[in-house]
């Protein structure tokens, strides 16, 4: 069950279009591949701290990885 | 590295059930009480309760040496160590504040029908304040695995 259900996130889609897989963005993220799965996943909301740093690694800011539902 | 870790977060939730589920048999096997509800051979349940602690402080040796992490690299500490890792054991921590009021409760009431000594009642509620925390992040780690 998602911890916030009006947060969004298309972390999963920046995460593909960067020709990633989970483990990859885990690895660069020094996180596991768990914890990607349930970013994506809506189970699991990241840290600003990790919020930075995946929009670091995907190259993008991180209003663009996550967003609040309308 | 994602193997790597994926390995190492299991065999740390492995050892974490087996930790706890000896530990409970060390705890209540050794109970007087327990030999008494059995109704058999107290050197059999102390013998049961030995070996329970043998177990229990072998995975006790074996995490602290290796924190279940030797020989991996800073990225997979780091990993294992994760901001999802820090909230499970929070959590764990929650659910275990949880189940000593339930085991109390229990205790209590099972007092009003039997005789349950003040250091065994303690015991019984230290042993599930213990345990139940251990259990509830192996669970925690094991979803979404």
Partial sequence: ?70 | MSDQVEKLSSKRRRMLVVMAIAFIVWQVAGLQMFSDFAGGDRRLTSFVSLLAFGFWAVTLIILMRQRGVKGAPPEARAALNDELVQQNRMRAFRAGYWVMLIAAAIVFTASLFVRIEGNVAAQLILVAGVAGPMLAFARLEGRDA
């Fill in chain 1, 1 to 70: 069950m998602p911890d916030h259900p009006d947060l969004q996130t298309a972390l999963k889609d920046y995460r593909q279009a960067a020709g990633l897989t989970q483990a990859d963005l885990a690895a660069k993220a020094s996180v596991s591949r768990k914890t990607i799965n349930t970013i994506e996943n809506g189970v699991f909301v990241p840290t600003t701290v990790l919020a930075l740093r995946l929009a670091r690694v995907l190259n993008c800011r991180v209003e663009d990885l996550f967003s609040l539902r309308d």
